[in-house]
């Protein structure tokens, strides 16, 4: 439990990355396309990179940034594969969501500005956690 607590900010933001990402897909003002497509891409990289630093709290960040991406870059370079299972699996929104449907090279830069991101919250994130202990530590002094 104390684990959860001390990772209150990160498990909120997870929360909120899902509606929210989930939302990009559907919006249909001003830069549908772009924001449908690209700016979820950097939301997609910021989840899965939260996730993992909260499941594998020991793996250093640039690491787990490293890790998310060349993850979501082989999904990417799998949308050039055209099995009948993937082709099934990418049938349904999660499968669209999760696996895309398209391979578009731009989209590699995308995943970095959210790879970038990703590790901006979580060295941000550490150091909030550092001065807090150091200031528990002295309290108890």
């Not at 979501?72 to 370079?77: L, Y």
């Amino acid at each position: 439990m104390k684990y959860l607590t001390k990772h209150k900010n990160l498990i909120i933001l997870l929360v909120l990355l899902v509606p929210i990402g989930l939302g990009t897909k559907f919006y249909k003002g001003d830069n549908a396309f772009w924001i449908n497509n690209s700016f979820s891409d950097v939301l997609y990289e910021i989840f899965w990179s939260v996730l993992l630093f909260i499941l594998v709290p020991r793996l250093r960040i640039i690491t787990n940034v490293i890790l998310i991406f060349v993850a979501t870059s082989i999904i990417e370079f799998m949308q050039l594969v055209k099995t009948p299972f993937l082709l099934e699996l990418r049938s349904s929104f999660l499968g669209k969501t999760l696996l895309g449907t398209t391979f578009v090279p731009m989209d590699f830069v995308y995943y970095a500005i959210g790879c970038l991101l990703s590790f901006i919250i979580l060295i941000i994130h550490t150091k909030s956690l550092t001065k807090i202990d150091g200031l528990l530590q002295s309290e108890k002094k």
